[in-house]
Every structure is written in structure tokens, then in C-alpha cells.
């Protein structure tokens, strides 16, 4: 079914038909490159300037909600972004919701919404207004999400447009707020076709909200659960749930868990994503720990047989602060000196070696944190032997690494973009901008592109010499991380996602 733009879409929307053509290096299925999670891009032509206030190099403008954490994800003519509800496509939907639009690639138009009703009771279960905050991955014809309510969904990536598939059927009892009327759902709303709880079949106890990028290798999805503190943030109510999981993609089913006793550990909640890479002959799994510690575990092979109480086989593991404290660490809650490091960020395999930020968590922990560099050839507690180099970041930081070119790039809390060299941990420059950085930079087509919390788009040329291209302000914060495909990049706001291409004259 085609759906074209309704007027409210193109009302905010500024479209331009000619387009300069340029070489297109394909979809972004996923947050970060497949696998590797590098932030790095292979598209060419995109631009190194625009402003929408004159629609110079603009595609198209939708309005998302008001609340929007998530990065875009660009596959099969579409583009999926998770938001809250506060402006209503529909208005069978209203009030607080997480909710993922699926827009057509060309114009931004709706091809279909998912709307998920938030927890009720404890808000730290499911923060107000937050929406989905997970970036979705897509694989062929499905898309797979972690939900505002802790569930894992796999989505017919057509919605129900082309029929309801699957074994879940009750995707209107889904929609609907508890103890209210059914809605009545249609073609623009989203075709679940299983459902994973983690709640109830992993124990995971919610904070704030979930942000996964469910990793894909093979018959198998990777992720991390979301485990946290409760409400007081002194307390672990789940210590016995696993940090990562491994589902079938094909039906969901559990097939593993992590078996490291991390739950104790969760200093605030789990919300790094792993990575894959391959060394020495073996497909190792990379995972961020919330205790600070990089893990790198066997990844499974394929037809192995599915026991929830399979655990991950570990081959080697990385402290990144040892010195920091490691039992009864709750009692460091709002200590901004002294506290545990947490990883937020996702680790990133790059020419057999992985880079990951860490440090204090940003708003309970010390403010210091590191951009490291561990070579991933290891066995067994590699902390003394795996470092190759430390770079000290003066506060928090939660980005994940842009590595290309022999350089590497971050941004952190403190307001401040670093380009770091590869080979040395050294600082080839830093840059001050507007506001923190929550949003990981991207390297595309010899650019550098970075949005912050002050509301401010960065671009700058790659490379070794600081060297500004541009810089607009946006109508709000910042803090998904922009995608580019097929020559357009794509820039999430809180409020708006914009379409980025060169345009004519």
C-alpha cells in the first residue's frame, strides 16, 4: 500500500525534487556500521552545509514528538525513529506513549506507527514522555526493537498494511492502555510478530527507559537487557537478571544469558549495546558492562541448541577503572569524586582492537572518564596486559567511537569534541561547542558530523587539523546520532527529524 504525505507532514515538511545526483553506498539497518558498531558511514556526496531556514540542501522536515532519543535507522525505502506521543498521528492514540514511526525514505511521509501505552505506577519504570528511546535494527523484511516497556518486538517491516503475520495477533490489546476500550487498528499501524517480555521472562526490572540496539548475527539477536536501580537508586530489585541475552530471531525464544553475577553492579542501569568482531580465527562478542568492565564472549554457533540456562563462555575481560570501588557500590550514589565507572556507550571492534568510552555515570558518578583502545587478542583478565593506550576525558562521557582513517572521535558531557590519534591515545585537537554531547559523531564522505544538547549541528572536515565546516542551530536538543544513506543524511532533533541532501541551485 502507498501512502502519500498528509498535509500536516507537508506542512512541516520542505521537499525539493531536484536532486544532484551522487554514488550510493546503501541502507543504515542498524545503529553504527553491522557488526563492528563502528560510527562510521561509507556514503559519498552527502553536504557539508545547509539551513533549513532557507531550505538550502533540505530535503525534507517531519515533526517527531517532543521527546526524541532515538537515532534513525534507513532500510528498504524507509526510515524508523522511535518518539513519544505527544503530538498524536492519530487520534485513536492519545496520551503518554513510546512510539516508533516508520516514514517512507522519499518524502517522510507515515507508512506506519508503533504505539506502545507506558508502564504504570513507578515512573522510574518508564520515564514520562521519554517515548522509545531504542534505535531499531533491521534485517530483510523485519525490524527488531526494544519497546519503553522492556519488551523485545520483531516487526513485519510493511506494518499491517499487507496483512496481520506471525503468531501475535493481539496487537490491539498491545495498543491499549490497561483497564480501557480496544482500539481499532489499520493499515498505518505496526504488524508485531512476537513478543520477547523481559520482565517476566528474564526478571529485568526497568529504569528510566530502555535503550537497546539489538545486534545480529546469524539465526541469533544480541542485547543487553536494561537492568537497573529502582526508584531510590540505591537498590538492585532484579540482582539476579542478566545484563545480555541472546534470542532467536526467528520465534524470540531465549537461547542465552550472561553469567556474571553483574545485577550487584548496576550502578545505574545496563545501556551499552555489544558488538561483534573477529580475531584469531573466533567470532568474539563485545559487551560494556555496566561495572565498567569490557567483556568479550564466544559467540554462539549456529544451530547450537537453545537452553535459557546456556551461559555466555567468557574468553577475556577488561577493567577499565580497577581502582574504582566494587562492592556496595550504591553507597557512591551522587559522589562526584569518588564512585564505580559505568560504560553507556557501545564498544567498537576496529582492525583487532576495541575502542570504548567510560567513566563515572553523568548523573550519579564522578566526573572523569577515558576513551580506551584494548587489543581484543587476548585471553582470560587481560586488565594489566590489554590496555594499548588511555585517553583521560575531564568528565563524563557516553558517545560511541567514530574510528577511521588512523583517527578516532568523541564527544563528552563537558562540551567538548576530541580527535584522537589512533596509534598514540594522543589529542590531535578538541573542539568547545554548545551544549553537552549525548550523541555519537558520525564519519561520512570526509565529514564529521556531530549534533549536541545546546541544540547545535557540527560538521567538520576529517582529519588531523581542526578544521570547522559549518555550524547551524537547530529547533531543539540533540541526542540521537544522525545515519546517512543513500546520499541523505538524517538528523534526529527532540522534535523533528531532518533529511539532509545536496540540492540544485
Known sequence: MK???????????VVF????PVLHAGDRPQWGQRHTRNMVSEETGLPDAFDPATGHNVKWIVPLGTSSYA?????GGKVLIGTNNARPRSPKHQGDRGV???????????????????LTGDKYLDWPQAGICSPVTVEGDRAYVVTNRGEVLCLDMDGLANG???????????ATPEGTVTVSLDDTDADIVWQFDMRKEVALYCHDSAHTSILIDGSYLYLNTGNGVDNTHRKIRSPDAPC???LDKKTGRLIARDNEGLGPLVFHCTW??????????KRLVFYGGPNGVVYA???LSEGEADDPARALEKLWWFDCDPTAPKTDVHRFIGNRKESPSTIHSMPVFHEGSVYVTVGGDMWWGKREGWLKRIDASGTGDITTTGEKWSYAIAGHTSTTPAVHDGLVYVGDCSRTVHCVDAETGKACWTHQVKGPVWASPMVADGKVYVGTRGKQFLVFAAGREEKLLSSVMLDSQISGTPAAANGVLYIPTMQKLYAIAKTAP
Open 71 to 75: 537515532s534513525p535507522v534507513v532500510a
Open 272 to 281: 551499552s549495546s555489544p558488538a561483534l568482531g573477529d580475531v584469531n580465527g
Open 244 to 246: 545480555l541475552i541472546v
Open 297 to 299: 564472549f564466544r559467540a
Open 164 to 174: 496481520n503475520d506471525g503468531p501475535f495477533q493481539t496487537e490491539a490489546d498491545h
Open 17 to 20: 525534487a531536484m536532486l544532484i
Open 3 to 13: 501512502h502519500r504525505p498528509t498535509p500536516s507532514t507537508l506542512s512541516f515538511a
Open 100 to 118: 516508533l514511526f516508520c516514514l517512507s525514505e522519499a518524502d517522510g511521509s507515515l507508512c506506519w506507527q508503533l504505539v506502545v501505552p507506558k
